[in-house]
């Protein structure tokens, strides 16, 4: 049997995360199959055909799939799945959004965000906020998971393209419409690929202090990202929050500022290489997982960093 | 129109989770629980759309042991109608509690279902989903903004980089997301309303769904800790640290 993966691309990219969650499939000793989606995609097409390990290109090249929507998708999922065993995804808010719904279909339990595959029926997941980790096996004949990518490395893209299939499904559902998308838009890395991360808490006070973070950021090439307290204090919009109801990441260097290190916050970031604290209460919870702790009020500190870089 | 409304009683978000010494899961004996934060944000949505005019009545479900009726009275004296408990003491798995729900809405026939995205014990990130995919009902997940439109629904969704807007045919699966609203406390008068509020007690029996889980726990255990490492005391020695130390920038 074999397992499908599904692949998300934007702006003429596969998606980091994509490839980065890939990488499990290789775990399940199957064949591997991608899907991908949208039309006037022919470059990502091949960059998708090239992922080492993938052995054929199902290219649903349809208009109505040039945005993601978990009804259409599903069903064009569906309407092939008897070939697969396997179904997966990234944990991106597309992969979460799609394959429960394909679970449901299938009459299966979904596994969720995976970080690692023991044998080909269990797997291994975080539960509470990563506070715990759990070993799973499934009895479902059809699998569906959901990979969290920073749990592994991004496929290489070498290989010699593979062949490719075009599909165009028929029966698309037709109970939801894509309106618009408003992404927000910055210079700097995406939070979930960005080797470097400087991220701010409550200690901020308010939004215009993050430029003092956007400064470093721009020396270090870093993003910007921030506690779940500075996204309720309204400093910041969510798409910058860092823990277990935002991202999760794991740079190579993570600057926490003026966070003090909520349970909430540790889970999102904690699988980071380097992680270094900033913060004026040495009681922080956060200094007992920091690499490098620094003791000292942010504003006169943050400045300094930035001249010192 | 009926609003139906899922909660999940979980342990509460601010207590420190332990993980059993034999690995079969977390301890929850003589913890404190508390309704998942996800479906606060859920049952707050549904009474605003109540006080706007836009529904009638809330219906709220919770499925688990006995205690979940607490849950339950929690959501109704926040402000909603009258809750249905299905009894159920064993682990039950995301694609059976959406099998109950969907039977209850072959029953209920709401015009609108508002659950949370996920539940802060399991972290699925699943029920939603699974209930519209067995309804075919359109989903709007991890919703920070609804607004009903005649017989549809427009929904701003929290996505990775940004937002996108849908708009789905009613009757819809909404999923909350953190900023969709800040949850209010139950007055006291109300708590004491919700009292005489009633909660209609089922089992899945009732609705003639198997809940055999899918799903083996095999073990689990604590993560691995990480160590605290040095304190250093100014910029410049952090700054050296990270290039000749970690050599990471």
Redesign the interface.
């Given at each position: 049997m074999t397992t499908l993966f599904f692949i998300e691309h934007?702006n003429g990219k596969v998606s980091d995360?994509s490839l980065k969650a890939i990488s499990a499939t290789r775990d399940l000793g199957e064949e591997v199959h991608g899907m991908i989606a949208g039309t006037a995609i022919d470059s990502v097409v091949e960059e998708a055909s090239k992922i080492s390990g993938v052995s054929k290109i199902i290219h649903i090249e349809n208009d109505e799939y040039n945005?993601i929507?978990?009804?259409k998708l599903?069903s064009a999922i569906i309407n092939i799945s008897d070939n697969y065993n396997y179904f997966c995804a990234a944990a991106?808010?597309?992969g979460?959004?799609?394959?429960?719904?394909?679970?449901?279909?299938l009459?299966?339990?979904?596994?969720?965000?995976i970080i690692g595959v023991e044998s080909n029926d269990?797997f291994i997941r975080?539960?509470?906020?990563?506070?715990?980790?759990?070993?799973?096996?499934?009895?479902?004949a059809k699998k569906v998971l959901t990979i969290r990518p920073t749990a592994y490395k991004v496929a290489d893209t070498s290989d010699t393209g593979c062949e490719v299939e075009k599909i165009n499904p028929e029966n698309i559902?037709n109970?939801?419409?894509?309106?618009?998308?408003?992404?927000?838009k910055s210079d700097r890395p995406?939070l979930?690929s960005a080797k470097?991360i400087i991220s701010g808490g409550r200690g901020m006070q308010n939004g215009e202090n993050f430029e003092l973070l956007d400064k470093v950021a721009a020396k270090?090439g870093a993003a910007v990202g921030a506690s779940?307290a500075a996204?309720?204090a309204g400093f910041v919009p969510?798409?910058y929050?860092v823990g277990?109801?935002g991202?999760v990441v794991a740079p190579?260097?993570y600057i926490a500022v003026g966070i003090s290190g909520a349970?909430?916050h540790l889970a999102g970031m904690?699988d980071s290489?380097?992680?270094?604290a900033i913060n004026k209460d040495e009681e922080a919870p956060i200094?007992?997982?920091?690499?490098?702790?620094?003791?000292?009020d942010l504003f006169q500190?943050l400045p300094?960093?930035e001249g010192?870089? | 129109m009926k609003i139906l409304v899922p909660i999940k009683r979980v342990?509460d978000?601010y207590v420190?989770?332990r993980?059993k010494s034999d690995n079969t899961g977390?301890e929850t004996d003589n913890v404190k629980m508390s309704m998942n934060p996800f479906c606060e944000i859920a049952v707050e949505e549904a009474i605003r759309l109540k006080e706007a005019g836009k529904a009638e009545e809330i219906v709220i479900v919770s499925v688990g042991n006995q205690s979940c009726q607490e849950t339950i009275r929690t959501a109704l004296a926040m402000g909603a109608d009258r809750g249905i408990h299905v009894l159920i003491d064993q682990t039950v798995?995301?694609?059976s509690i959406?099998k109950i729900l969907s039977k209850i809405i072959d029953e209920e026939k709401p015009g609108l279902v508002i659950s949370g995205k996920q539940a802060?014990?399991?972290?699925?990130?699943?029920?939603?989903?699974?209930?519209?995919?067995?309804t075919?009902?359109?989903?709007g997940?991890?919703a920070?903004k609804i607004e009903i439109d005649g017989d549809k629904i427009?929904v701003t969704?929290?996505?990775?980089?940004?937002?996108?807007?849908?708009?789905?045919?009613m009757p819809a699966i909404i999923t909350t997301?953190?900023?969709l609203n800040e949850p209010r406390y139950a007055s006291l008068p109300n708590i004491m309303k919700a009292k005489k509020k009633p909660i209609d007690q089922k089992t899945p029996d009732d609705y003639g769904i198997d809940i055999t889980?899918?799903?083996?726990?095999?073990?689990?255990?604590?993560?691995p800790k990480?160590q605290?490492?040095?304190?250093?005391?100014?910029?410049?020695e952090?700054?050296e640290?990270?290039k000749n130390e970690?050599g990471?920038?």
């Open positions: 934007a995360q945005n929507l978990a009804e599903t991106t808010t597309t979460k959004n799609v394959m429960p719904r394909v679970a449901a279909k009459d299966v339990s979904q596994i969720s965000e269990t975080t539960i509470y906020a990563g506070n715990a980790i759990a070993t799973v096996q499934s009895s479902d559902p109970i939801s419409e894509y309106i618009s998308e408003e992404l927000t995406e979930t470097i270090l779940r996204v309720d969510n798409d929050q277990q109801t991202k190579e260097l349970i909430q904690k290489k380097v992680i270094v200094f007992d997982i920091a690499d490098y702790g620094l003791v000292a500190v300094e960093l010192a870089i | 342990i978000p420190s989770i993980v977390v798995e995301p694609l959406a802060i014990d399991g972290d699925n990130n699943q029920t939603g989903q699974m209930l519209a995919a067995l075919d009902m359109p989903q997940t991890f920070s427009q969704r929290e996505i990775d980089g940004g937002l996108q807007t849908v708009k789905l045919n997301d953190l900023r889980p899918r799903l083996k726990t095999l073990k689990v255990i604590e993560p990480r605290a490492g040095i304190k250093v005391e100014n910029i410049s952090l700054v640290k990270l970690a990471v920038i």
